[in-house]
């Protein structure tokens, strides 16, 4: 993994959160979190990141709302969303990329699925 790699990791749940910048931390990212929708949206107004993992059931705004509102404002350009859930049926899938996700990461997370998921998204080098 080359240095400067730039992920936001967004999640309410403060473990989920470490686990996934630890992850990537060890994989050579540097990693910046954020608790909630709007406070990924607002870090993401002033800086922009490689990587997105996105929580889908956060309260307020979702992890679809804030995907929406990235690409319908042109946030990060040129970075991936990942939408970051527990949520993995088969319409779930579907509705997660039709909403603009690059990708998707089941939780329970692994070094595997999270060295996986960059690989899907490009992002492995």
Sequence with gaps: MSAGKRA???DD???NRLLAGRLLT???WHVEMAEDGAQALAWMARNC???VLLDISMPGLSGEDVC???RAEHLCQGGKLVAYTAHAMPDE???FL???FDAILTKPISKATMLEML???GLDQ
């Design 93 to 95: 899938r579907q509705q």
């Design 26 to 28: 060890k994989a050579g």
């Design 119 to 121: 690989v899907c998204v």
């Design 98 to 100: 039709a909403c603009g």
């Design 68 to 70: 929406r509102t990235v």
């Design 49 to 51: 990141a490689d990587l």
């Design 13 to 15: 749940n403060e473990v």
């Design 8 to 10: 936001l990791v967004v």
